[in-house]
């Protein structure tokens, strides 16, 4: 198989649009083609449509529905395997740091399309060795930049790490820079919870020359043991070849594939410019390693992320910390109820005390939601007491510190 290089970038982008061209010309211009005429040669005309203002149709219009659903189906099908041949030919190289449990999690599926080299503080080469990946101890992060051509790095650490993380790496980026030229910086990608502290520290610390991917793949080894399918992957494409991109237009491409940059310069997808081509070719096939697993693709902004999962996954955590501090335990007659009660209880704190904190400390929407929910417990007690025709306030209750 070929590598990804500078000097197949070009051609690789090339049959990359190619592809996704003509895919969307086979699939849609037959689509509609087809559709239109069986529509205008079985559908009674204007006034006969409608009998008692209930529409009709002609015997057959299903079965020849289903034919050319079946059509379409099968044409997507092949669509999608071209696509992944596409994706193959030209494998990325992908650097994981924090070869955890999570990091091994996500590069298992990563082997099959390209590269692995993992690195961590803890030795986990026999493990690297058995999913096809090579590792390298942390220690040498020097040689796991300078050695690997690495086309991206995944930065896999724990929300509490990962500023530091982000510190140590740049050295080494910028000495690889130096002696292979400003375009030999890989593409960086987070994979944390939160996404704006993320995307600032990314910003604030890492080269210019570096493209940056912020991403969360809402999932992890318990929630999707049996493989990716159906599970939501969000990103957001913050930085591509020195330029902040916007991603509420990222999001919201016109025909042209023209977006605006933060700045409100108007930009073009496949831009006369080599280094934009590579690097959105880059993140592309990136991000379709995630789609070919199956994943569930949401593009969206970091604040809007924090928004969303600060209402969401945060007072989940939330609420599965509180409720297991209650020292709650199965019992002979239990309801359904209490047993998802149970579950949500396992599955919170299967996961680290530094992911709950980090998921408060490091999303600026998180006191909101403690606050909301505090409020609103205190009006359903209110309301209890006030049935029963007592006082607001439990007696022997304290005060509360929000």
């Given at each position: ?118 690195t961590s503080r803890s030795d986990y080469t026999d493990i690297a060795n058995e999913i096809g990946a090579k590792y390298v101890p942390l220690s040498n992060l020097e040689g796991f930049v300078m050695d690997h051509e690495l086309d991206v790095i995944v930065v896999a650490v724990s929300i509490v790490s990962f500023e530091d993380t982000i510190k140590d790496l740049v050295p080494h980026l910028k000495k690889k820079m130096q002696l292979k030229g400003k375009d030999a910086c890989p593409l960086i990608v987070d994979v944390l919870s939160v996404k704006e502290h993320a995307r600032d ?202």
């Open positions: 198989m070929l590598r990804y290089s500078k000097k197949n970038s070009r051609f690789g982008a090339f049959i990359f649009s190619f592809v996704i061209v003509a895919a969307v010309s086979a699939f849609f211009l037959p689509a509609v083609n087809s559709t239109a005429t069986m529509l205008s040669s079985n559908t009674p005309q204007s006034d006969s449509i409608y009998e008692g203002g209930v529409p009709t149709a002609n015997a057959g219009d299903l079965e020849k529905l289903k034919q050319e659903e079946a059509r379409l189906a099968s044409m997507l099908a092949s669509i999608r395997q071209q696509k992944l041949s596409v994706l193959r030919s030209r494998p990325l190289t992908i650097g994981i740091i924090g070869f955890g449990r999570f990091g091994q999690f996500i590069a298992q599926s990563f082997t099959k399309y390209g590269n692995v080299v993992g520290i990314m910003l604030k610390h890492l080269p210019e020359e570096c493209d940056i991917l912020s991403s969360h793949p809402m999932f992890g080894p318990d929630s999707a043991r049996n493989g990716w399918q159906g599970h939501t992957f969000v990103y957001e494409r913050t930085r591509i070849d020195k330029m902040l991109l916007d991603p509420s237009q990222m999001n919201r491409v016109d025909s042209d594939a023209n977006f605006l940059d933060t700045k409100g310069v108007t930009h073009n997808l496949h831009e006369n410019s080599e280094s934009h081509i590579e690097g959105m070719d880059r993140v592309e096939r990136f991000l379709s390693i995630w789609e070919e697993e199956g994943c569930k693709m949401i593009p969206m902004s970091c604040k809007e992320h924090d928004e969303f999962t600060a209402n969401s996954q945060f007072i989940t955590h939330l609420m599965g910390r509180i409720l297991g501090a209650q020292g709650l335990q199965a019992t002979p007659v239990d309801t359904k109820g209490f047993q998802n009660v149970l579950r949500l209880i396992e599955t919170t704190h299967s996961d680290s005390f530094d992911l709950f904190f980090g998921l408060y400390k490091y999303n600026r929407n998180s006191m909101d939601t403690i606050v909301k929910l505090k409020e609103s417990m205190d009006q359903i007690i209110a309301k209890l007491l006030q049935k029963e025709g007592k006082s607001d306030t439990l007696p022997g209750a304290k005060q509360s510190c929000l």
